[in-house]
Every structure is written in structure tokens, then in C-alpha cells.
């Protein structure tokens, strides 16, 4: 019965076991999760969180005065610290989705609105940081921003794309 299944699974990319099962999928029957009606958005939240997480502990932002470099982290400014919270936060909200729990919906919303928080932040500290790097052109010294800040942009934008289309996607059930 398994060999009937490797070609269908092979046409849809899926590992299974028996049928149409996979064995993540069973796994996650026990733990109790719903794979089936909620990996892909929450994959989508769970990426967001980890880039965000990932971007606010990188490099935010270089200055070189010729003599000296310096650079600051994510994790030296308030809004790198508001990022990495929000990752943690993106993350532990989407693990709560997977189970089936009664607030799906308010975890939805709590999700856009995570995602929507560290976007705003991580617009905010571009546009300082540019501002910043325009007060400094009239000197030798030298800034340019950090890939941190970028990696944790892409983090908001795919966790922030996630939870709008899993909200959108169809209806919730009603709690």
C-alpha cells in the first residue's frame, strides 16, 4: 500500500506513510496540532519571528571615522529590543495556533497586529538611522546601515504577509 502512494506523493511533494498522510502530519495528530488547516501561514509567522529575531541581533548600523569603526547591533537600541520581542512574540503566537484552541481568531489578530508593531519599528529606526547617516555627511566619518536591520525588515514583511493571508485565507471557526 505504501508503493501506491509514492508516485501520488511524488507528484505533490509529500512524504508519507500510508495514503495520504505524512508523518509530520501524524505527529502532529498526536500532539494534538492542526498541520493540515494551519502550517503554511504559521511557517510564514514562525519565519517572520525568526528573522526578526535573527535581524535584531546583526549589525544595525556601521560608522567608520577613519581611525576608529564602531557598530551597533539591534540588540543596543530600544527598537532592536522591540523587534526581538516581537519575533519571540510572532513565534510563541503562532505555536498557539497549531493547537486547537478557542481564540484562533484573537490569536489572528494579535499575530497582524505583532507584525504590524515591528514593522512600524523597524520603519522608524530606517528612517533615523538614514537621518543619521545624512547629519553625518559633512564629516569624515563615514555610516552606512546595517544588514541587520534589512534581514529583520524581510522578517516583518513575510511574518506581516502570513497572518493578514491566514486571516483572509477563509473564515475562522466561530469560538
Given amino acids: 500500500m505504501a508503493f501506491d502512494a509514492i508516485p501520488v506523493c511524488a507528484r505533490f511533494g509529500l512524504a508519507t506513510l500510508y495514503g495520504t498522510r505524512s508523518w509530520l502530519y501524524l505527529a502532529g495528530e498526536q500532539l494534538g496540532w492542526d498541520f493540515m488547516r494551519n502550517s503554511i501561514r504559521q511557517l510564514g509567522a514562525v519565519s517572520g519571528g525568526v528573522l526578526l529575531i535573527v535581524g535584531s541581533l546583526m549589525t544595525w548600523v556601521s560608522v567608520d571615522l577613519g581611525f576608529r569603526a564602531f557598530s551597533a547591533t539591534g540588540r543596543e537600541t530600544t527598537e ?21 484552541v478557542n481564540a484562533r481568531r484573537l490569536l ?14 523597524l520603519l522608524l529606526e530606517y528612517l533615523d538611522v538614514l537621518e543619521r547617516i545624512r547629519e553625518a555627511e559633512g564629516t569624515p566619518a563615514t555610516a552606512v546601515v546595517g544588514t541587520g ?7 516583518a514583511a513575510v511574518a506581516l504577509v502570513a497572518t493578514v493571508w491566514g486571516l483572509a485565507r477563509r473564515p475562522l471557526p466561530q469560538e
Avoid: E, H
Fill in 80 to 100: 532592536g529590543k522591540l523587534t526581538l520581542a516581537t519575533g519571540v512574540v510572532l513565534i510563541v503566537i503562532a505555536l498557539l495556533q497549531m493547537r486547537p
Fill in 108 to 121: 489572528g489578530y494579535l499575530a497582524v497586529a505583532a507584525a504590524l508593531f515591528g514593522s512600524v519599528v
Fill in 149 to 155: 536591520v534589512f534581514v529583520a525588515a524581510l522578517g
